[in-house]
T-cell receptor, first 112, second 114 residues
Framework: QKEVEQDPGPLSVPEGAIVSLNCTYSNSAFQYFMWYRQYSRKGPELLMYTYSSGNKEDGRFTAQVDKSSKYISLFIRDSQPSDSATYLCAMIVNQAGTALIFGKGTTLSVSS | EPEVTQTPSHQVTQMGQEVILRCVPISNHLYFYWYRQILGQKVEFLVSFYNNEISEKSEIFDDQFSVERPDGSNFTLKIRSTKLEDSAMYFC????????????FGEGSRLTVL
């Protein structure tokens, strides 16, 4: 079983739709969870960062973590064409210097 | 806003040649990383570096790879004898000293091995 699983998509939605992106993981040692956005041929850019089960909201973005199910989600409300990108989930255990483990990324396309 | 900068943005090299990829992390950061992303695949961890030594490395980071922080500002990745399968985007990242510190990525260096 892969450590972090993420459906690569692609996912196509119309402008204004609510988008749900998900990852599952197998290692219960992961404590910190992130969502990165990556535009084509660019570096990953941090969107959301959470460390506890529950929801965290930032503007149109909501990150949700369910540690008991080993499942994390990112919701995008009122999606915009500028949200078209690849969204990477990533996670890390609570140790200095430990590697960030990424999912494969979900490619999202928002059409106007 | 402080950022991680990487050079070159794109390098083309012949198989068997040595390549050095350079990174300038954010100035007050203490942990430094190299990741790679083969086209169409996931971002993969290569190596982390702290206090002038490697703190962790993946199985990808074999003897042909090395890292160095030669002057307190640059952080380099050297590939001694490049192979075709080394063609990828190489991302440098850095973070501050907190265990929960966020990782900031550079724009990447695209390496093409012919």
């Amino acid at each position: 079983q892969k450590e972090v699983e993420q459906d690569p998509g692609p996912l196509s939605v119309p402008e204004g739709a609510i988008v749900s992106l998900n990852c599952t993981y197998s290692n219960s040692a992961f404590q910190y969870f992130m969502w990165y956005r990556q535009y084509s041929r660019k570096g990953p850019e941090l969107l959301m960062y959470t460390y506890s089960s529950g929801n965290k909201e930032d503007g149109r973005f909501t990150a949700q973590v369910d540690k008991s199910s080993k499942y994390i989600s990112l919701f995008i409300r009122d999606s915009q064409p500028s949200d078209s990108a690849t969204y990477l989930c990533a996670m890390i255990v609570n140790q200095a210097g430990t590697a960030l483990i990424f999912g494969k990324g979900t490619t999202l396309s928002v059409s106007s | 806003e402080p950022e991680v900068t990487q050079t070159p943005s794109h390098q083309v090299t012949q198989m068997g040649q040595e390549v050095i990829l350079r990174c300038v992390p954010i100035s007050n950061h203490l942990y430094f990383y190299w990741y790679r992303q083969i086209l169409g695949q996931k971002v993969e961890f290569l190596v982390s570096f702290y206090n002038n030594e490697i703190s962790e490395k993946s199985e990808i980071f074999d003897d042909q790879f090395s890292v160095e922080r030669p002057d307190g500002s640059n952080f380099t990745l050297k590939i001694r004898s490049t192979k075709l399968e080394d063609s990828a985007m190489y991302f440098c990242a850095s973070r501050d000293g907190r265990d929960t510190g966020e990782l900031f990525f550079g724009e990447g260096s695209r390496l093409t091995v012919l």
